[in-house]
């Protein structure tokens, strides 16, 4: 007899905090990809924005997809300001938010 979805979660239950970081890299990829999308949607190629910021092409492809732990908020900013937008930073603490930039 074929066991159900929850009986097979009962029995492997998996890494709760291995899931979560997986979530959370998943996240940010999707995150990522939007700016490459709008990028592409303003005709503007990782280069014409690299370029605009004074960094590597290379360090666009890596923001775009999702690593940007170790960009700076400036980066991150001045890439929004290359395609036309505004770079919002916000804490988030319980059901309250602030926004830092």
């Not at 940010?28 to 990782?46: F, I, K």
């Not at 700076?72 to 319980?94: C, H, M, P, S």
Request: zero cysteines.
């Amino acid at each position: 007899m074929a066991k159900t979805f929850e009986e097979l979660l009962k029995e492997r239950p998996g890494n709760s905090e291995a899931r979560a970081r997986h979530k959370e890299r998943m996240l940010a990829e999707v995150r990522a990809y939007r700016l490459r999308e709008l990028r592409e949607m303003l005709a503007m190629t990782q280069t014409d924005v690299a370029e605009t910021l004074a960094i590597s092409q290379k360090r666009v492809s890596e923001i775009e997809r999702g690593d940007v732990d170790r960009t700076k908020v400036d980066t991150l900013r001045r890439y929004a300001d290359a395609l036309g937008g505004t770079l919002r930073v916000e804490v988030q603490v319980g059901d309250e938010t602030y926004q830092i930039a």
